[in-house]
């Protein structure tokens, strides 16, 4: 299909399920409950966004590690599944599982393939396939044993995080390090608490900025947003650690605030391109968020790529939708569209049958209600 073309919607009510995990509970010390507690109040902002008209938007939630919702949707035939899972069973690396779950039930989601999923949440080989692309990023070194920290050789300062890991889990300000001894001790901490391999990268100071990125065919990039730094980070690493982004009793969460970014043409456009590269380069498809640190020469570095991004009203994607002129029902209405147009002409998508098109019976509202 090409750009511009009008999707033509089914004439019944289009039935939507917002599949989110609910997993938050599952662990006694887990360090990343807020990020994922978040996720169900994502699902009761949009089932309100898109739930007017012609569209019945129900959430489903997949708790733990049960793979009941499978059944659900098979019954159901959902016209899209607006996917919203970040982990399965308090794994974020199980968030991937999700696309080929439902690429298997033949079933149109909004959001990124298990393969894109799944290489942005392996930061060491997203960032080989940026370098391969040509996409700037900062050298790298991946520690899998704490005595691999003292072959690490890139320029100092250096930030340390867990290499599996998003929603700046496991970012501290002390994983900003600048000397050995310091290094050692983060990538220990790393190792110990999430039981995976830590991600040493060269720290660029300088702005971080991030990019928006909707759509496909065209893909647009909305406006570019900045992390302020106040005055608690006068004397820590200007970086958006955990705290940052979920702890709003901290002083670091106080200080971290989000604007609209104001730069130079060129600037500008420099960051646009070094996003749009680094979203194709993982091949991410409907929308996504690309961070980036630019150095005081002007040279935009990616930090992370962010596929199926926090769509909080309140989060920065949202706040950059409403800058661009979608409010928050419009941004969801949007997403919802961009979906539907990337997988019409696929019939694989969807499966036509006796349950294709069906609403939900009983038996699958009591299901639909017990996960939503």
Known sequence: MEAGDVVTLPH????????????HDLLEDDPGREAREDVVRVVSSMADALNRGDTLAEPLAIEGDRLDFMDTLRRCQPDLVV???????????????????????GLAYTGSSALSLGLALHKPK???????????????????????????????????????????????SESVVHERAALVRACDAVLREFHQPALVEQFIPGRE?????????????????????????????????YNAKWEAASAEYRDTT?????????????????ALEAFAALDCQDYGRVDLRVSPEGVPY???????????????????ALAAGMDYPALASRLVEVAL???????????????????????DRNLLAAGG
Not at 90 to 104: F, H, Q, V, Y
Not at 136 to 150: G, K, N, Q
Not at 356 to 363: L, Q, T, V, Y
């Open 12 to 23: 019944h009510r289009m039935h939507i399920i917002l599949l989110h995990n609910r997993d």
């Open 83 to 105: 996917n919203l899972c970040e982990s399965l069973a308090a794994d974020s690396r199980g968030e991937m599982a999700i696309p080929c779950l439902l690429d298997a039930l």
């Open 126 to 172: 997203a960032k080989e396939v940026l370098t391969a692309r040509g996409v700037s990023t900062p050298p790298f070194h991946v520690v899998e044993r704490l005595e691999d920290a003292l072959a690490v050789d890139l320029p100092w300062p250096l930030i340390v995080k867990p290499a599996r890991e998003d929603a700046s889990m496991g970012v501290t």
């Open 209 to 241: 900025i991030y990019v928006p990125l909707l759509g496909n065919r065209p893909r647009q990039a909305l406006p570019l947003t900045e992390i302020v730094f106040g005055r608690t980070f006068e004397d820590r690493p200007n970086i958006v650690s």
């Open 258 to 274: 989000s604007g609209l970014c104001r730069l130079d043409a060129n600037l500008e456009s420099r960051c646009v391109q070094v």
């Open 302 to 320: 990616v930090i992370d790529i962010n596929p199926n991004c926090d769509l909080h009203p309140s989060a920065g994607f949202a706040k950059a």
């Open 341 to 363: 147009e990337r997988a019409h002409g696929h019939p694989s998508h969807r499966r036509k049958g006796s349950g294709a098109n069906r609403r939900p019976d009983s038996k």
